[in-house]
Structures are given as C-alpha cells and as structure tokens.
C-alpha cells in the first residue's frame, strides 16, 4: 500500500536559517511527488513536484527538493527561512501502479523573527 | 486566484440539515475531487469525478454526495448533519483522470454545523 509520513508535526526555525521539512515514502512503481503548503484560511497551493529527471527539484517562494530513492524520501528546502514562510506543508505521493494521491498529515513551519 | 471557484466560503447550519458545496474547476480540467480537511483527521480524500463519471472514491460517508455536471462544475451533498462534519472542504481539479501531475485547489468551504 501506498503511504506518506511526515515525521514531525512541527519545525521551528529561526528567520535566516536554512529550513528543511521532511517526507518520506513507500510506493509500488515509481513515484510522483509533490509538496503543498497552505497558509491560515486558505486553501492548498502547489510548490514542486517530482516526476522525473533531475532529482533536485525547484520550485515556488525559493524551496527545493531533493528526489532520494534509496532513502525513499522528498524533503523540502529552504537556504534562508522568511517569516512569511510559516505555514502547513503538505507532502502527497502516487505513483504510475496506483494514480491515487497519498498525502502526508501536514507538518506546520513557524519560522520566528 | 487558482481558477478553482468554490462556493459558499463560508456556511453555518444546524444538525440535522443538508448543504450543498459548490466547485467549478479550472478551465479545461475536467476533474474534480472533493476533500475535507478537519482539525483532528487532516486532509481527508473524499470523491473524484471525471468527465462527468464517479473516478474514485476514498472516506466519503453515506449521508454525503457528489455529482458533476455535463458543464463539469461540481457539487458536493451533505446531509443529516452532524457537529463533526464541521469542517473546511476543498474542491481540486486537474486536465486528466490521473493524479501523476498533481492538481490546482479551490480556497474551500468552512462549514460549521451547530
């Protein structure tokens, strides 16, 4: 089966710190993946993907990620962490034997000034 | 603004009654999937339609519904409600009937049930 984990419900990072936000996962076939973050009373925005290619991927607001097969992880990352970072993240999964987007429980970011 | 439109933003009803959430997905997307995001439970997969057709379906509780119509706006039942089916509720949409590309989120509705 198909699963997302996001081992911490919540990171604090100090402004101007490298900020990373872990994910990990276990799919059959290849996965796809996918980091979201949603701010308060808003919906979901979409940040990066991984499909293919490249295992370092960039995306929206200065975060990557990078692609690790053997660790079956997607960690999200930041160098220097804003303030107006702090927000719910979300990691999802699905791969091409199961089309079925898997996402992890959300880990919150406060970054503090 | 994500191109998907959902309506009300917000909603406050009784327990007991039935709502309908309304979602139009973003030009050329012709599927919706329907969530539902409580504080305890986190993002809750509830229903996909493509094209028109029920695609998959995930916790979606019996006394709750779907539908999408043939100009494929969505609409989402809820009925016999109760105090936890207080929550915020997101319509997504993507070009295809595979999530492979990841999808584009409405803004959501916040129902609270009193």
């Known amino acids: 089966a198909q699963s997302v984990a996001q081992p911490e419900d919540q990171v604090n990072v100090a402004e101007g710190n490298p900020l990373t936000v872990k994910c990990t996962y276990s799919v059959s076939g290849n996965p796809y993946l996918f980091w979201y973050v949603q701010y308060p009373n808003r919906g979901l925005q979409f940040l990066l993907k991984y499909i293919t290619g490249d295992n370092l991927v960039k995306g929206s607001y200065g975060f990557e990620a990078e692609f690790n097969k053997s660790q079956t992880s997607f960690h999200l990352k930041k160098p220097s962490a804003l303030v107006s970072d702090s927000a719910l993240y979300f990691c999802?999964?699905?791969?091409?034997?199961?089309?079925?987007?898997?996402w992890g429980a959300g880990t919150k970011l406060i970054i503090k000034p | 603004d994500s191109g998907v439109t959902q309506t009300p933003k917000h909603l406050i009803t009784a327990t007991g009654q039935r709502v309908t959430l309304r979602c139009s997905p973003r030009?050329?997307?012709?599927?919706v999937y329907w969530y539902q995001q409580s504080l305890d439970q986190g993002l809750q997969f509830l229903i996909q339609?493509?094209?028109?057709?029920?695609?998959a379906k995930g916790n979606i509780l019996e006394r709750f519904s779907a539908q999408q119509f043939p100009d494929l706006h969505s609409e989402l039942n809820l009925s016999s409600l109760e105090l936890g089916d207080s929550a915020l509720y997101f319509c997504?949409?993507?070009?295809?009937?595979?999530?492979?590309?990841?999808?584009?989120f409405g803004s959501g509705t916040r129902l609270t049930v009193v």
């Open positions: 030009s050329g997307d012709l599927s």
């Open positions: 997504a949409s993507s070009e295809g009937q595979n999530t492979n590309y990841g999808y584009t």
């Open positions: 999802a999964v699905t791969s091409d034997s199961n089309y079925q987007l898997i």
């Open positions: 339609y493509y094209n028109g057709e029920e695609r």
